[in-house]
């Protein structure tokens, strides 16, 4: 048994900090183990500790939208902790305070009792801005019906002579590993069983201390069958450090602003977690991620498959049994609305048309609209985005009614006539509406035509529960989940800085924070559409109508069974394929043509108005249109049958004729 990390590392450091990347080596130089990070950590007073415990219970009593539901489901009653904490600080004498790390335990137990991954205590500096970390990732895998844990990476630069990539986890400071995960688990709040122990695999060897208590010990002993059937143990000392601060492509972190947008949605645990595992275990994608930026800023050309945003969006064909097709990762929702578009849009236009395969595995969300508004690219239907609601209480109005269309920040007009009948009627939530405008969902239109599968995970969260949601609900095409159910995070999330701005002044009930302290709240509640309307997405997420438990192949060879079964998925749908050609013949005369697979009639509409019906011929149609207006909007669906099957829009303008 030995720790390769202490034999020969200066200062005492792991030797493989030393041999990391050079695009992450700088950067971890500054790591240091967990006593040490410790040693240094900070005090609160105690009337700020006061201070803490009064805005926890402003936001959990006043502001948070699913307390009902928790305190049903859950049995918890985290506004009655709070009052409780905050009495034993009113009456203790200064012998008789717990010390600090008890404190920030007391008040993440109390954000954790609700099990959401929403509602969270921040914790203040020296936590707010580092992980903790191991140098190795465990994933799980099903082979002859029993689940195990294998170490899927390793940190370039480790080096053991058993303890390698591949090899199967047993033990956890002497646990046994299902135990351990689970145990590991119920320190975070994942909404089901599912999300539960996914959530503990995730966070065994990476713990985002902003969010979640250091750990107990100071270093941990795995036990482990070597690759020649041997069990063994080795020694890793946890270590602390901040993950890499931006490349320049700012627009894809949950920086301060994108943090306190009113559009938010998404697990900030998992979001900075992917990063920190990021640099340590894809450090080529960090200096991908400072290369695009720089290409971007001299406008230079990309590769039709090769991403502009590589920690956003991985895009390549991939080849399975069934026939060769798209594949397109989508890893986080957080970034500018209008580069996220764009960006997946460009790469639609390149994969394959036979099918395609979108992954949001481990995806935590980020901006509510980047889910919503890619949806309509995907499909013919019209697209319902989801309707969100407040629960209603004297404060939620208050900031509602001082945040209409004239605020620089949240137009929360349409939620006010509600929130004031309720104070009549004792209604507990307002009227639902969409926070993504449901002309914008609908005003590109379809842009692929094969069919496509949705593959999720238990780690899917908030803002991808939502896009998951809307695929199942728009009948899009088949989920595909290597879990039972999605994280089930149904909200937007608002932090306490963001209630302090939108409701200022010396009255507010919203005070500063200490020391970088934050909190976050479930502040909007989001609701299905279609089949399930009504139905919250919170605790119950969505159900993938397809499973695929991972294989050990897929842990080392790339996902090679679940594409594979993706694939087949895909081979089985009908076969489409829609081209339209815009053409001017002369001045006066715009020329439609299509080419199509699996249509039978094409429908034209100018302005939503019809204007002609076309019999599809060998697989294609021509009309011609007198001169339209400038700024029409031409529509084509497509049937097979009487199925809508495709949808194109174009917006005409006789200046400059548009090329679909």
């Known amino acids: 048994m030995g720790s390769p990390g202490r034999v020969a590392g200066r200062r005492g450091r792991p030797t493989y900090l030393d041999r990391l990347d050079k695009a992450v080596r700088g950067h971890f130089a500054q790591a240091v183990d967990l006593p040490e990070f410790l040693a240094r950590a900070g005090t609160l007073t105690r ?15 006043h502001n948070y939208v699913h307390l009902g539901l928790k305190r049903a489901m859950h049995a918890v009653d985290p506004v009655q902790r709070l009052r409780l904490l905050l009495q ?15 404190f920030h335990r007391q008040l993440i137990d109390v954000f954790m009792s609700v099990r959401d991954l929403h509602t969270n205590y921040l914790l203040p500096a020296p936590y707010s801005a580092v992980q903790a970390f191991l140098p190795f ?121 994108l943090e306190n947008n009113a559009a938010m949605g998404i697990d900030i645990d998992q979001h900075l977690r992917q990063q920190m595992r990021k640099d ?24 039709a498959l090769e991403s502009k945003l590589p920690d956003v969006f991985e895009a390549r064909a991939v080849d399975t049994p069934s026939g060769t097709f798209g594949y397109l990762r989508i890893r986080t929702f957080a970034a500018d609305t209008s580069v996220f578009l764009d960006e997946f849009m460009r790469l639609l236009a390149s994969v394959p048309e036979r099918g395609l395969i979108i992954d949001v595995r481990g995806n935590g969300g980020g901006v509510i609209m980047n889910g919503e508004l890619i949806l309509q690219l995907l499909t013919p239907r019209r697209i319902e ?79 991808t529960d939502i896009f998951a949601a809307g695929f199942q609900d728009h009948e899009i095409g088949p989920l595909l989940g290597t879990d039972r159910n999605t994280g089930a995070g149904g909200a937007n999330v608002w932090t306490q800085q963001l209630l302090a701005r939108l409701l200022p002044g010396a009255g507010s009930v919203y005070e500063p ?27 119950l997420g969505v159900e993938p109508k397809y499973n695929h438990d991972l294989t050990r192949r897929d842990l080392l060879e790339n996902n090679i069974d679940l594409l594979n079964e993706a694939g087949r998925l895909l081979s089985a749908a009908p076969q489409r394929a829609f081209a339209p050609m815009l053409h001017w013949s002369d001045e006066q005369t715009l020329r439609v043509s299509v080419q199509a697979q699996g249509v039978t009639r094409i429908d ?15 697989g294609g149609a021509e009309a011609r249109l007198a001169r339209p207006a400038p700024g029409s909007v031409l529509e084509l669906r497509g049937f097979d049958g009487s199925e809508l099957v495709a949808r194109f829009i174009e917006v005409v303008t006789p200046l400059s004729p548009a090329a679909a």
């Open 137 to 257: 990732l465990v994933e799980a895998f099903v082979e002859d019906g029993r689940r195990h844990y294998l170490v899927s990476h390793l940190v370039p630069g480790f080096h053991h002579s058993t303890f390698r990539k591949g090899v199967e986890v047993l033990s956890w400071n002497g646990i046994p590993i299902e135990r351990a995960v689970l145990n590991n688990g119920s320190r975070y709040a994942g909404s089901n069983s599912e999300a539960h122990r996914a959530r503990g695999a995730a966070t065994l060897t990476s713990r985002v201390l902003r969010l979640a208590a250091p750990p107990d010990e100071a270093w941990v002993i795995v036990g482990y069958r070597t690759q020649a059937g041997k069990v063994a143990e080795i020694r890793l000392d946890w270590m602390v450090n901040s993950p890499m601060p931006p490349t320049g492509g700012a627009a894809t972190r949950v920086t301060q602003d």
């Open 280 to 303: 340590l275990f894809a450090p080529r994608v960090v200096e991908a991620t400072a290369a695009a930026c720089e290409r971007m800023q001299r406008a230079d050309a990309f590769g």
């Open 47 to 61: 009337d700020q500790r006061r201070l803490l415990l009064r805005q926890a219970l402003v936001l959990m009593e």
């Open 604 to 618: 034209l509409y100018l302005d939503e108005r019809p204007i002609d019906s076309i019999d599809l011929k060998d």
């Open 88 to 102: 034993a600080e009113d009456l203790a004498d200064d012998t008789s305070l717990c010390d600090e790390a008890q």
């Open 513 to 539: 924070l200490p020391n970088d302290a934050g909190m976050r709240v479930s502040m909007r509640r989001s609701l299905r559409i279609g089949p399930k309307s009504g139905t919250p997405v919170e605790e």
């Open 385 to 463: 985005p989801e309707p969100l609601q407040f629960v209603n209480t004297a404060l939620n109005l208050k900031i509602c009614s001082a945040n209409v269309a004239d605020s620089p920040l949240v137009d929360l007009s349409p939620w006010v006539d509600s929130m004031r009948q309720s104070l009549r009627t004792g209604a507990v939530y307002s009227a639902a509406f969409p926070i993504t405008d449901p002309k914008a969902c609908n005003a590109i239109g379809q842009r692929y035509f094969g069919p496509v599968v949705l593959i999720v995970d238990a780690l899917c969260y908030s803002t």
